[in-house]
Nanobody, 126 residues
Framework: QVQLVESGGGLVQVGGSLRLTCAAS????????MAWFRQAPGKEREFVAA????????DYSDSVKGRFTISRDNAENTMYLQMNSLKPEDTAVYYC???????????????????WGQGTQVTVSS
């Protein structure tokens, strides 16, 4: 079992930046492929970014490509999402997700992940 806890959300103005953190316990993240998803009110949970096991392949949704950066620190059992140039449409609850895997791959569907955090709210005000 992996327990995931997100932090770093908050209220930020348009064009601002935030860094989200996903801290894991229970098992090492080094054996897991991981991702960030988000869910806005009244909408389905959507893919934001994914990062594989070493060598850390990455993938991004078109809506965040060039603005967000996903990274991981296996020694700290932590994953990050650096969010720059934030827009009002980035407002959502952000969730981190993990799946144990033999292969280093990126996955972008909700049902491909086994473990989820409780979410952290990001609000971008105009």
């Amino acid at each position: 079992q992996v327990q995931l806890v997100e932090s770093g959300g908050g209220l930020v103005q348009v064009g601002g930046s935030l860094r989200l953190t996903c801290a894991a316990s229970g098992r090492t993240l080094a054996s897991h492929n991981m991702a960030w998803f988000r869910q806005a009110p009244g909408k389905e949970r959507e893919f934001v970014a994914a990062i594989s096991k070493i060598p850390s392949f990455t993938d991004y949704s078109d809506s965040v490509k060039g603005r967000f950066t996903i990274s991981r620190d296996n020694a700290e059992n932590t994953m990050y999402l650096q969010m720059n140039s934030l827009k009002p449409e980035d407002t959502a609850v952000y969730y981190c997700a993990a799946r144990w895997d033999v292969f280093a791959r990126v996955y972008n569907r909700v049902n491909e992940y086994d473990y989820w955090g409780q979410g952290t709210q990001v609000t971008v005000s105009s």
